[in-house]
């Protein structure tokens, strides 16, 4: 527990005294890492997973060395392909990429440029763009350290209107999905940041 405090604390203390130095870091999420998205409708729940998520960003640099520092994130931008969210049914997947104008804009995408700690815990702030909107958001995730790698477990709300995205419809209309959808990301990426290499 003390190690995870002094990790945390270290991370914090550094990100507030060299909060201009970053340059590009080699950062990946590794296996095990997936977003899933809940909703519901009028006759049953339904989920949609995806583990083809890609993660680049920029790192805080030791003053000392210019070397990017353990875990030190100054800008992180996370992307999702639209077309690798898949449910059990092919027939809602379709309507769902279509709803979200995956054809125009197959990309979802994140990015976190503030970053804060408390404990056990990590809360990140940025913009995400969902069928070209883009809006401001605010993530918080439990945090915690294995070994060499990281590990981040959330959830979050959001309304598919908030997007210009129109909740799809099944059957003629008879079937209808609800406005409200629940992501849920589970992460996973290395206790380590190295130099981008040109």
């Known amino acids: 527990m003390i190690k995870k405090f002094t990790f945390l604390f270290s991370w914090a203390l550094l990100a507030l005294l060299i909060p201009a130095v970053s340059f590009a870091a080699k950062i990946q999420f590794l296996e095990g890492s997936q977003i899933q998205l809940k909703g519901d409708s009028t006759i ?5 997973l ?3 998520i890609s993660l680049a960003g920029s790192a805080l640099a030791s003053p000392a060395t210019g070397k990017p520092l ?23 997947d379709d309507h769902m990429y279509t709803a979200m104008k995956a054809d125009k804009y197959p990309v979802i995408s994140v990015v976190l440029k503030r970053f804060s700690f408390n404990q056990n815990t990590v809360s990140a702030s940025g913009d995400i763009t969902i069928a070209g909107v ?10 915690k350290t294995e070994g060499d790698k990281v590990l ?4 979050h709300e959001l309304l598919m209107t908030d997007f210009g995205v129109e909740p799809p ?11 409200k959808i629940e992501i849920i990301f589970n992460l996973v990426t290395s206790n380590t940041l190295q130099e981008e290499t040109k």
């Open 152 to 155: 981040i477990n959330g959830t």
């Open 44 to 48: 049953r729940k339904y989920s949609s």
């Open 134 to 143: 883009s809006k401001p958001i605010t993530l918080t995730g439990d945090i």
């Open 70 to 92: 353990a875990w030190s994130p100054n800008e992180v931008n996370i992307s999702l392909n639209v077309n690798s969210m898949k449910s059990d049914s092919t027939t809602l």
């Open 169 to 179: 419809t099944l059957m003629m209309g008879t079937i209808k999905t609800t406005n």
């Open 50 to 52: 995806s583990r083809q």
